[in-house]
């Protein structure tokens, strides 16, 4: 049942994103980051931690889990380090990812070759 309710909530995602997209004069860059604002705010008051116990992970697919990564890091790592842990924590969850995203466009700008 947790594949079904990944599956809707990923597309429930897309849908929001896509409605947005069409009735508002608003760029796929301002949605997205309309969306990493929004994972981030439902992570202050660990809402997305529940949806991500029900939804499995189809919670940590979509862009929203990338504000949750960031808050999620800052915020455990603030009561070890302190001031300092909220930026080692947004880093410790987030690298790997963002890392993992250079490295694939790096090699796909090498493979592709653009259309004029």
Do not use: R, W
Not at 12 to 26: R, S, V, Y
Not at 71 to 97: C, P, Q, R, W, Y
């Amino acid at each position: 049942m947790k594949l079904v309710y990944s599956f809707l909530f990923c597309g429930l995602i897309c849908l929001i994103g896509q409605m947005i997209l069409d009735n508002t004069k608003l760029t796929p860059g301002h949605i997205t980051s309309l969306f990493v604002v929004v994972g981030a705010f439902l992570d202050i008051f660990h809402i997305y931690d529940s949806i991500i116990k029900v939804v499995g992970g189809g919670a940590q697919l979509p862009i929203t889990s990338f504000g949750h990564s960031l808050v999620h890091g800052a915020l455990s790592n603030t009561s070890e380090h302190g001031v300092i842990g909220l930026f080692m924590g947004m880093f410790d969850l987030t690298a790997t990812g963002i890392v993992a995203v250079i490295l694939f466009a790096f090699f796909f700008t090498l493979i592709c070759k653009p259309k004029d």
